[in-house]
């Protein structure tokens, strides 16, 4: 199931990186809590979960992750034949990949510099 997992990742990765602005936080602890805020209501929109929006920054949260979802489901029918266990595990994936993508992995030094 890794090699169809890492399958799976690919291109929701791919997807963030060409479309979605949220990614290019300048600093890495707005893009660790971008990160987690929209995938995590993905993922509970992908699972027809309820989403709990008492905040501003949920709400805001849920914008993105309402046009992402819409994309994927769009984009990737296959989505749609996952379980919600599946799925829970495929943001988790997402979810690592993308940080280590945009975060821990990235060579951008302004991710962590103080003064910025």
Known sequence: MASTLE??????????M???LWQFHSRAWDREK????????????????????STPA???YWADAVVLVDAYKTHFSWLAAMSKADIKQLIAALHERL?????????NKELTDQRY
């Open 7 to 16: 399958n799976q990742i690919e291109p929701l990765v791919d997807y963030i």
């Open 18 to 20: 060409k479309n979605c």
């Open 34 to 53: 971008q990160n987690e805020g929209i995938l995590s209501i993905a993922e509970q929109l992908l699972c027809d979960e309820p989403v709990e929006l």
């Open 58 to 60: 949920a709400r805001c």
């Open 99 to 107: 940080n280590y993508l945009t975060i821990t992995g990235s060579l």
